[in-house]
């Protein structure tokens, strides 16, 4: 990275969320090899199918896409801490000592945690896509150093629209409503009325995004935020060919072709180099700081 944008994260606290994800895992070996003078990155990372988080720490970390960062930085762990959480919980699942050091850390966060099931049931993909933004958004009020957040949605977000512009839409129904749903009616009930609520919107997760999309909108008013809408993205031979090995793209790969060999999607979409959505992810940080700062003089 050059020009302005590699300064701003210099001696910056990032805080990342959904760093094991396909787009997460791009974006922590961009920055710790192209920003080597971020001061730290923190993750947050849940326990999943019997496994701690420190497992999944060496699991994530072999992954061939670290294999250029780890040959031109081995001491590259050093800049990285993990708070154990999940972002499905109230207060993100995080302990208070976690919570303390975010506040007093982060200076930039980036929010990629999400369910991409288009099958998940409401339940779960509220309590992580809406939910799990809230209370992000209540951490981020309390974070002393905040400049600048990038919240990560989808370009199906609003795909009930024709034409999609680079603007909020008027959500299906408020957060508030949503979440309080889920919180108190029985799952079987949920599940019942679920087609109803979702209306013309074809599945749970581009649902639950226009609902925590709005809810950014009106949340973060008063934070350095910023959205950003990807569509499909998937590996190429040519993205990053000098950084991940053939096995490790054939399975970025077959995470792409998973997700869009679903009925769910009857939507027209523009496959995008996932090395192109990162660097999309990393580069408003900036103006979004540079804006808030006018905006509060
Ligand atoms: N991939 C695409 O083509 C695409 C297109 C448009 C938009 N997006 C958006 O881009 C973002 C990243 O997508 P992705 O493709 O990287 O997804 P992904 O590979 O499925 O990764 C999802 C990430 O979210 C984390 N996560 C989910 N639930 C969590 C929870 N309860 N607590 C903590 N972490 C949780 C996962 O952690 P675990 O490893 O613990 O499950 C994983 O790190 C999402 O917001 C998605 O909507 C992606």
Same mark, same amino acid.
């Not at 990032?14 to 923190?42: A, E, N």
């Not at 988080?53 to 081995?74: I, M, S």
């Not at 995004?209 to 910023?226: F, H, I, Q, S, T």
């Given at each position: ?13 990032? $805080? ?5 994800? $396909? ?7 961009? %920055? ?14 849940? *326990? ?8 999944? %720490? ?9 294999? +250029? ?9 050093? +800049? ?24 007093? +850390?982060?200076?930039?966060? $980036? ?21 799990? %933004? ?30 999609? *512009? ?33 209306? =013309? !919107? ?24 910023? %959205? ?16 991940? *090995?053939? *096995? ?16 769910? !999607?009857?939507?027209?979409? +523009? ?18 700081? =540079? ?7």
């Amino acid at each position: 990275m050059d020009s302005e944008i590699k300064p701003f994260y210099s001696n910056a606290n990032i $805080f990342l969320t959904g760093g094991t994800g $396909f787009f997460g895992k791009v974006i922590i070996q961009k %920055l710790l090899r192209t920003c080597d003078d971020i001061s730290g990155l923190y993750l947050i990372v849940r *326990e999943k199918k019997g496994k701690s988080t420190t497992e999944r %720490l060496g699991e994530l970390f072999n992954d061939p896409v670290f294999n +250029k960062l780890r040959e031109e930085n081995p001491e590259f762990l050093k +800049k990285v801490h993990v708070v154990e959480g999940d972002c499905s919980r109230l207060g993100f699942g995080l302990n208070q000592s976690s919570r303390t050091l975010l506040i007093d +850390k982060i200076n930039i966060v $980036f929010h990629c945690a999400a369910t991409l099931n288009m099958d998940a049931k409401m339940k779960d993909a509220v309590d992580t896509n809406v939910q799990g %933004l809230s209370e992000l958004l209540d951490l981020c009020h309390e974070m002393r150093y905040l400049k600048s957040m990038v919240v990560v949605s989808t370009a199906y977000s609003n795909c009930t629209q024709s034409i999609i *512009e680079e603007k909020f839409y008027d959500p299906p129904v408020q957060a508030t409503t949503l979440v309080k749903l889920a919180n108190e009616l029985e799952e079987r009930v949920l599940d019942e009325i679920t087609p109803g609520l979702m209306s =013309e !919107w074809p599945n749970t997760y581009c649902y639950t995004k226009a609902v925590a999309e709005n809810m950014l909108r009106e949340k973060a008013k008063d934070l350095p935020a910023g %959205l950003f809408r990807p569509s499909v993205g998937r590996t190429t031979h040519r993205e990053y060919k000098d950084i991940i *090995e053939e *096995e490790g793209m054939k399975s970025f790969n077959k995470h792409c072709d998973d997700a869009l060999n679903t009925d769910a !999607w009857s939507l027209p979409y +523009k496959i995008i180099k996932r090395k192109e959505h990162v660097d999309s992810i990393l580069s408003p940080v900036h103006p979004i700081d =540079e804006k808030w700062t006018d905006a509060i003089g």
